[in-house]
């Protein structure tokens, strides 16, 4: 697999009881590039996401990110271990319909929080680190900020709450 692949679907299913939600999907996506999935509700956007980060497990097909396997520890010929699948799963960011942000933590202890729980950093790097990923995104003016005041906002204006969702629940952990 060419390195300028970061995620590859090869002939992807999935089926719950009878039901078949996923039919021979196939993705590939580059390195450095951004993807949006559309569709209807029950169209199975969750269900691929949710096999693209092995917490459900297709049916058939393959699933390979940044070059590596899903599920498959290909040097050893057998499942890959929990420590493996965490291991890629901290490159693989994953923003969920409904996020729950800490309401009493700022947007920049949310943000820094996935880093201590996912990453294992030391707080100071996780805050620093937090920092310069709001200031990434346009959302650096916002970090002292706690959700309840974005939800009243957004209420009002559309748009900050959820902003700051995505970045606490995927951005960082690149």
């Not at 299913?13 to 999935?37: A, P």
């Amino acid at each position: 697999m060419p390195e300028s692949i970061a995620v590859s679907v090869k002939n992807v299913s999935k089926q719950f009881d009878n039901v078949e939600v996923l039919r021979d999907i196939n993705l590939t996506v580059e390195k450095g590039t951004v993807v949006s999935i559309l569709g209807s509700s029950g169209s199975g956007k969750s269900t691929l996401l949710r096999c693209m980060n092995w917490l459900e497990q297709p049916d058939r097909g393959e699933i390979h990110i940044g070059g590596q396997r899903l599920g498959i520890d290909e040097q050893r010929g057998r499942a890959m271990s929990h420590r493996q699948l965490a291991k890629i799963r901290e490159r693989v960011g994953m923003v969920f319909q409904s996020f729950n942000l800490w309401p009493h933590l700022t947007v920049q202890q949310n943000v820094s929080e996935a880093l201590l729980r996912v990453k294992g950093m030391k707080r100071d790097e996780a805050n620093a680190m937090a920092m310069q990923q709001l200031e990434k995104v346009g959302m650096a003016h916002k970090a002292d900020v706690y959700p309840i005041t974005l939800s009243r906002r957004a209420e009002a204006a559309g748009g900050d709450r959820p902003f700051a969702g995505d970045v606490a629940g995927s951005y960082p952990l690149r």
